[in-house]
């Protein structure tokens, strides 16, 4: 039987990443009928929209996508396309497991962390105006429902896959109000799951904790701001954006994604790493029922880099994205 799943290349890197990891799928046995979504600044010429409604349809109709990345001007231009995605489609879990990769060396070996991060609130709201020349306002919007929809998703995350702890990350030192409700959601979801620990950190020392000893934490339950940065910082503790995976997940849809973007300075050159859309590749497939392919590519991505076989120049290699699958391919056998 053949899997429906919207493909969306997006931007920059995306299509050379999300085809990889098509073709690693099919070289893996698993049999998808791919449905073409377009988003990202590519297509706004063509739609006037970078998220065009039948892309949104398809997700909706197939209730599974895999993404890559889409481009955001900064400072002005159009609204994310992410971000629109994830608001219509209410896909309010963004979980991002951060793990040491086999055959990449960093300062800490067996990283082992999941990132929870609410997907739908918080400045992302897109809330701002000008108040008067010289003076933005921007709304952080932080609500008991989100807060304990996104509590609710990590600790039953943490029961069903063993984890011993979940860790709220706030600034409500400072943010009294917003983060203080966040945290009170938290603190009664966790009262809800005595099996598993449950503690708090502050934004900036957990920055600081991480980098000095990532160990001490176990899963990461953030809001949407602190969740994409500390999301990029675990990154870095394992090897860089080409590698880590993400889901965007709801009641209805899954959409899975690296954590990383467009990546324009490498756009174009077929350097790019595939290893993280392909690990969120896996995650869809376990999703979909595709233990023993997903366990397969996730085995030959190991034997290759934890082999010496050819890698990516963030990597720290010389190969080519196509030289990298080839490898990949070959270790499927
Ligand atoms: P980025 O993640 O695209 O790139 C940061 C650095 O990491 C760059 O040096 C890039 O070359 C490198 N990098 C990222 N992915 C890589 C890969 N697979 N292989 C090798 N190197 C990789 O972040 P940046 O530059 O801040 O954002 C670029 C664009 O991407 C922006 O328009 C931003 O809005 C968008 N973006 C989209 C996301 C999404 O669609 N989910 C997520 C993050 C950013």
Redesign the pocket.
């Known amino acids: 039987m053949s899997h429906h799943v919207t493909i969306i290349p997006?931007d920059?890197?995306g299509p050379e990443?999300t085809s990889a990891a098509q073709r690693v799928i099919a070289a893996a046995g698993v049999a998808i009928d791919w449905e073409l979504g377009e988003a990202g600044g590519e297509v706004i010429h063509k739609y006037g929209t970078a998220l065009p409604q039948a892309t949104i349809d398809s997700v909706v109709k197939n209730g599974v996508a895999l993404k890559g990345?889409?481009?955001?001007?900064?400072g002005s231009g159009h609204a994310?396309a992410?971000v629109a995605l994830r608001k219509a489609l209410d896909l309010y879990a963004n979980l991002r497991p951060v793990r040491s990769q086999v055959g990449v060396p960093t300062r800490f070996e067996n990283v082992d962390l999941v990132v929870v991060r609410e997907n739908t609130e918080d400045l992302y709201s897109g809330i701002e105006h000008v108040v008067v020349p010289g003076v933005v306002e921007t709304l952080k919007i932080i609500t008991e429902r989100a807060s304990s929809r996104i509590a609710e998703y990590a600790f039953a995350y943490a029961e069903k896959h063993g984890r011993r702890k979940v860790t709220a990350v706030h600034k409500a030192n400072i943010m009294k109000l917003s983060d203080g409700l966040f945290l009170d959601c938290c603190r009664r979801v966790a009262r809800a799951h005595p099996k598993i620990q449950y503690d708090e950190a502050i934004v900036d020392a957990c920055c600081m904790q991480l980098v000095r000893d990532p160990s001490r934490y176990d899963v990461l339950l953030l809001e949407n701001l602190y969740g994409d940065i500390v999301s990029d910082l675990c990154a870095g503790l394992v090897g860089?954006?080409?590698l880590v995976p993400g889901a965007n997940l709801g009641e209805r849809c899954a959409v899975f994604?690296?954590?990383?973007?467009?990546?324009?300075?490498?756009a174009g050159k077929g350097i790019?790493?595939?290893t993280?859309v392909l690990r969120s590749a896996t995650l869809m497939l376990r999703h979909l029922g595709e233990d023993d392919a997903a366990a397969r590519i996730d085995r030959a991505i190991d034997r290759v880099l934890g082999g010496g076989g050819p890698r990516?120049p963030?990597l720290g290699g010389k190969a080519t994205t196509a030289e990298y699958v080839d490898a990949l391919v070959a270790a499927l056998a």
């Open positions: 997006g920059g890197i990443v990345p889409s481009g955001t001007p900064i994310s992410n860089g954006l080409g994604e690296a954590v990383h973007g467009s990546a324009p300075d490498i790019a790493n595939p993280a990516t963030d």
